[in-house]
């Protein structure tokens, strides 16, 4: 499914959210790579989950991925789910449905 990366994230008021460290918009690629990139010590993950992790947070990066398949979805809800806040996965999983 077709994904656009570069749509932004908003607080209740329209409001383009920012990185708190850097200012710069916060984007779907942006929550996406993070999300891939992350590591919680508590659930290790091998290394060639890791590699693919990397793989996609790159092509993301990179501009090379204009869409998903089904399995890269399910993974990135399920690392943005974990990772970002109630306002950001709100936004993220409607985002990532979209065709």
């Known amino acids: 499914m077709k994904i656009d990366f570069s749509r932004k994230f908003t607080n209740f008021n329209?409001?383009?959210?920012?990185?708190?460290q850097s200012q710069k918009e916060l984007a779907l690629s942006d929550i996406?790579?993070?999300?891939?990139?992350s590591v919680d010590p508590k659930s290790p993950v091998e290394?060639?989950?890791?590699?693919?992790?990397?793989?996609?947070a790159m092509e993301i990066y990179q501009g090379?991925?204009?869409?998903?398949?089904a399995e890269?979805?399910?993974?990135?809800?399920?690392?943005i789910g974990k990772y970002y806040t109630t306002l950001v996965v709100g936004q993220a999983f409607p985002m990532l449905d979209t065709d």
């Not at 996406?32 to 990139?37: A, G, N, P, T, W």
């Not at 290394?47 to 996609?56: I, P, S």
């Not at 090379?64 to 398949?69: F, G, I, T, V």
Request: net charge neutral; aromatic share 2%.
């Open 14 to 20: 329209g409001e383009v959210l920012k990185d708190t």
């Open 32 to 37: 996406c790579i993070e999300s891939l990139l």
């Open 47 to 56: 290394g060639v989950e890791k590699l693919k992790r990397y793989n996609l």
């Open 64 to 69: 090379k991925k204009e869409s998903l398949s």
């Open 72 to 79: 890269e979805v399910v993974l990135l809800k399920e690392l």
